[in-house]
Every structure is written in structure tokens, then in C-alpha cells.
């Protein structure tokens, strides 16, 4: 037996599975229903207790943690388990996949995470969609122990991104013919958590990335480079001040700025803009975006980069629990707004050189709509290369 105790003192009882070891963190819930591999290893769920909406839970197993030619992982979105605990309706016992290698029982015992099954997600759910998501605690029940609320720690409090964050400049080159070629695509992507997919996606499309750290001075880089990156990661977006000074010196020296998720926050930030925590956040691979209209951008090479296309509506995956306040400074304007609550999703410079959105183009999990703007990012890096090697 296990229980969920969060910090009012309600209790949700189950079933133990994956690792027999206690935990706490900040419960949160994802409405997806399939991807649970790829988000449990998504560093931004560092520090949460994740809750799974859908009612069965690891019926196809987990994938094998085999590393790519470039050395991360090949099926996983980061090389290590972020989450804290795992919460479930239910765990399937059995699996079938042909991709899989174990269960998701065994793979959590591996990484040393604990899971409960047996839980009733939705009441679980409906308190934290009523009170917002809450600190919470994963109890192993061991004979008549109580369940009062000893001290939990809340993740919010640490600066979450410098320990996800690589620790050395890795640079990663499309393929090995690529190396030394000079008129290879590069890339700047500050890593403050960032899904592989992210680099897959740059990889696949013939960019050379050049990933740092979270608090890499962008004044170290020496070489040539077409465009800066910012990806996702977790926790609160103002403890990442040196991030955000390296966004600022980007934009001052008018490279081409794209972010992600975290990096939509942090580029509000840089610009003088605004963040603020969401009651319960967007977690899933189905929340649908809407496009602000917007036509007066330097054109550009699409309908994306000039504000042509107007009043789309995409489905997105999203893993985020802060969000940008819709008053930005001029000259910038919101892009994108979720269709649910009207949370901004994205924002740009009127110039169409800086933008950025708050879901996520790679996905894995969730849908696919949005990945078109890796392939728009890059027509503007292929089109801007003669300004940029000049400067």
C-alpha cells in the first residue's frame, strides 16, 4: 500500500509500484493519453509528482535507453527519469509493443521512482483544477503509521534549470560529412532542459548545434553562427537571470531568436515583459492554439514570419505551469493564444527576427502541427546568412 498525502492533508490511497521509497514535490496532472515514456523523462517535469488523467497506464511498455550517433538518447527525452512520483488509475500489468524492452513497473524501479496505482486521478484531478496545484507527498504505508503532513519541498524554490541544464559546450554536427563544412546551418541552443527532440528536430533538418549551458555567456562564442536558440525547462523563469542576460545580448546584436516554452517566458522577460504561475498549468498533447492576426511584419519567407496567416487554430503539446502576461513592451506583440483560457502561447517582434511560442513544435508526445516552425526558423537563418557572416 502507498499513499498520496498532499500538503492540505487529503489523502488518496493505492497500490505501490515502480521503486518502494518515499517522495515529495508539486503535483500536477497531464491529460495526454499516450507518451508517458517521453514525459517522465522530459526535464521539465524536474521536481513534480506527475498524475496521469488517462485511466490505463504503461499497456505498451517502455522503449530501450540506447543512445543515438550523437550520443543523447535515441527514444527518450532526456537520459534520466525527472519526475518525482507517478500517479495512476491504473498500471497495466502486462505490456506489448515492439519497440518495448520492460514495464513500466520495471523501469520505474530501475530509476529508483515511486509509483501509485489504484487512485481515483479525477477526484484527484477536479481538487487540483479547483485549489491549483498543490505540494504533495508519496507515503510508503508501513504498519499503522499516520499521515500527517511532515515539511515537503517545494521545487519552486531552487533554480530547477541549473540542474538539467548540460554542463559543457556539445557541439553536434547533422552528420559526419557535415563537420568541417563552413556553409553548415549553426545554431546557438541554450539548454535549460531541453528535450532531445529539440535537437533531433534541428539535427534532421541539417543544423549544427552548438548546445550550452544555462548560463553561458553568449559574448564567449567566437565562431560564426546563424541563429539562438532557447528551449524549455522547468520551475520559475526569473531564477534564470544569466539566460536572460544572454537573450538580451542576442537580440542586441539582432541575431535570430527562437523560443520554447521556457524560452517563450524568458524572452518576455528579457524584453521587459512579465510572467506569472498558472493555477494548474497546461500539461498534455491537446490543448488547441489560436493565431493572432497580425500583418504588418517585415516580410519574410512565409505566411508564419509575416503575420499572414492569421487566426489558425493548431493543437499542441504543452508541459508548462507559468506563462506570459499579455503586456509587452512596443514593438512586440502576442502570436499565439490557447483557446481554453486565453493564456498567451507565443510572442514576436515586429521586425519578425524574434519570436517565440509556448508549446511545443517537436512534441513527443502530442500532436504535430506546430513543428513547421523549426522549417520557418531555418528559411530565415538560410536567408539572413549574409547579414549574419558579415557581422
Request: contains cysteine.
Given at each position: 500500500?502507498?499513499?498520496?498525502?498532499?500538503?492540505?492533508?487529503?489523502?488518496?490511497a493505492g497500490q505501490s509500484f515502480g521503486a518502494v521509497v518515499d517522495s515529495d514535490g508539486e503535483?500536477?496532472?497531464?491529460?495526454?493519453?499516450?507518451?508517458?515514456?517521453?514525459?517522465?523523462?522530459?526535464?521539465?517535469?524536474?521536481?513534480?509528482?506527475?498524475?496521469?488523467?488517462?485511466?490505463?497506464?504503461?499497456?505498451?511498455?517502455?522503449?530501450?535507453?540506447?543512445?543515438?550517433?550523437?550520443?543523447f538518447s535515441k527514444n527518450m527525452e532526456s537520459e534520466e527519469i525527472h519526475v518525482r512520483g507517478?500517479?495512476?488509475?491504473?498500471?497495466?500489468?502486462?505490456?506489448?509493443?515492439?519497440?518495448?524492452?520492460?514495464?513500466?513497473?520495471?523501469?520505474?524501479?530501475?530509476?529508483?521512482?515511486?509509483?501509485?496505482?489504484?487512485?481515483?486521478?479525477?477526484?484527484?484531478?477536479?481538487?487540483?483544477?479547483?485549489?491549483?496545484?498543490?505540494?504533495?507527498?508519496?507515503?510508503?504505508?508501513?504498519?499503522?503509521?499516520?499521515?500527517?503532513?511532515?515539511?515537503?519541498?517545494?521545487?519552486?524554490?531552487?533554480?530547477?534549470?541549473?540542474?538539467?541544464?548540460?554542463?559543457?559546450?556539445?557541439?553536434?554536427?547533422?552528420?559526419?560529412?557535415?563537420?568541417?563544412?563552413?556553409?553548415?546551418?549553426?545554431?546557438?541552443?541554450?539548454?535549460?532542459?531541453?528535450?532531445?527532440?529539440?535537437?533531433?528536430?534541428?539535427?534532421?533538418?541539417?543544423?549544427?548545434?552548438?548546445?550550452?549551458?544555462?548560463?553561458?555567456?553568449?559574448?564567449?562564442?567566437?565562431?560564426?553562427?546563424?541563429?539562438?536558440?532557447?528551449?524549455?525547462?522547468?520551475?520559475?523563469?526569473?531564477?534564470?537571470?544569466?539566460?536572460?542576460?544572454?537573450?538580451?545580448?542576442?537580440?542586441?546584436?539582432?541575431?535570430?531568436?527562437?523560443?520554447?516554452?521556457?524560452?517563450?517566458?524568458?524572452?518576455?522577460?528579457?524584453?521587459?515583459?512579465?510572467?506569472?504561475?498558472?493555477?494548474?498549468?497546461?500539461?498534455?498533447?491537446?490543448?488547441?492554439?489560436?493565431?493572432?492576426?497580425?500583418?504588418?511584419?517585415?516580410?519574410?519567407?512565409?505566411?508564419?514570419?509575416?503575420?499572414?496567416?492569421?487566426?489558425?487554430?493548431?493543437?499542441?503539446?504543452?508541459?508548462?505551469?507559468?506563462?506570459?502576461?499579455?503586456?509587452?513592451?512596443?514593438?512586440?506583440?502576442?502570436?499565439?493564444?490557447?483557446?481554453?483560457?486565453?493564456?498567451?502561447?507565443?510572442?514576436?517582434?515586429?521586425?519578425?527576427?524574434?519570436?517565440?511560442?509556448?508549446?511545443?513544435?517537436?512534441?513527443?508526445?502530442?500532436?504535430?502541427?506546430?513543428?513547421?516552425?523549426?522549417?520557418?526558423?531555418?528559411?530565415?537563418?538560410?536567408?539572413?546568412?549574409?547579414?549574419?557572416?558579415?557581422?
Open positions: 500500500m502507498a499513499q498520496l498525502i498532499l500538503s492540505d492533508g487529503t489523502t488518496f503535483v500536477v496532472f497531464n491529460t495526454g493519453m499516450v507518451g508517458y515514456p517521453e514525459s517522465l523523462t522530459d526535464p521539465s517535469y524536474r521536481g513534480q509528482i506527475l498524475t496521469f488523467t488517462y485511466p490505463l497506464i504503461g499497456n505498451y511498455g517502455v522503449p530501450g535507453e540506447e543512445l543515438n550517433e550523437w550520443g507517478v500517479i495512476c488509475a491504473q498500471v497495466s500489468e502486462t505490456y506489448s509493443h515492439h519497440a518495448a524492452t520492460m514495464s513500466l513497473d520495471a523501469w520505474l524501479k530501475k530509476h529508483g521512482i515511486p509509483g501509485i496505482t489504484g487512485v481515483d486521478t479525477r477526484a484527484l484531478t477536479k481538487k487540483l483544477r479547483e485549489h491549483g496545484v498543490m505540494l504533495g507527498m508519496i507515503r510508503q504505508k508501513k504498519g499503522t503509521e499516520g499521515t500527517e503532513v511532515t515539511e515537503i519541498d517545494d521545487p519552486n524554490k531552487r533554480n530547477l534549470v541549473a540542474d538539467v541544464s548540460c554542463k559543457d559546450v556539445i557541439t553536434y554536427d547533422p552528420s559526419p560529412a557535415s563537420k568541417n563544412l563552413p556553409d553548415t546551418l549553426t545554431v546557438i541552443a541554450y539548454d535549460c532542459g531541453m528535450k532531445r527532440n529539440i535537437l533531433r528536430s534541428f539535427l534532421k533538418r541539417g543544423v549544427r548545434v552548438v548546445r550550452v549551458p544555462w548560463n553561458y555567456d553568449l559574448d564567449l562564442y567566437k565562431e560564426n553562427y546563424d541563429g539562438v536558440f532557447f528551449s524549455n525547462g522547468p520551475g520559475d523563469p526569473k531564477t534564470c537571470v544569466p539566460t536572460i542576460n544572454s537573450l538580451q545580448k542576442a537580440l542586441k546584436k539582432n541575431k535570430l531568436t527562437f523560443g520554447i516554452c521556457l524560452g517563450n517566458q524568458l524572452m518576455a522577460l528579457a524584453v521587459g515583459g512579465d510572467t506569472y504561475k498558472l493555477k494548474y498549468g497546461h500539461r498534455g498533447g491537446n490543448q488547441p492554439c489560436i493565431e493572432v492576426p497580425f500583418h504588418t511584419l517585415t516580410p519574410g519567407p512565409s505566411p508564419v514570419a509575416t503575420g499572414e496567416g492569421g487566426n489558425r487554430c493548431i493543437i499542441t503539446s504543452q508541459n508548462h505551469g507559468f506563462a506570459v502576461s499579455d503586456k509587452l513592451p512596443e514593438g512586440w506583440r502576442v502570436w499565439w493564444k490557447n483557446a481554453n483560457d486565453g493564456s498567451v502561447e507565443g510572442i514576436r517582434h515586429d521586425s519578425g527576427r524574434f519570436f517565440a511560442v509556448q508549446f511545443h513544435p517537436e512534441a513527443t508526445p502530442g500532436p504535430e502541427d506546430a513543428n513547421y516552425l523549426f522549417d520557418e526558423f531555418i528559411a530565415l537563418m538560410k536567408k539572413d546568412r549574409p547579414s549574419l557572416r558579415s557581422g
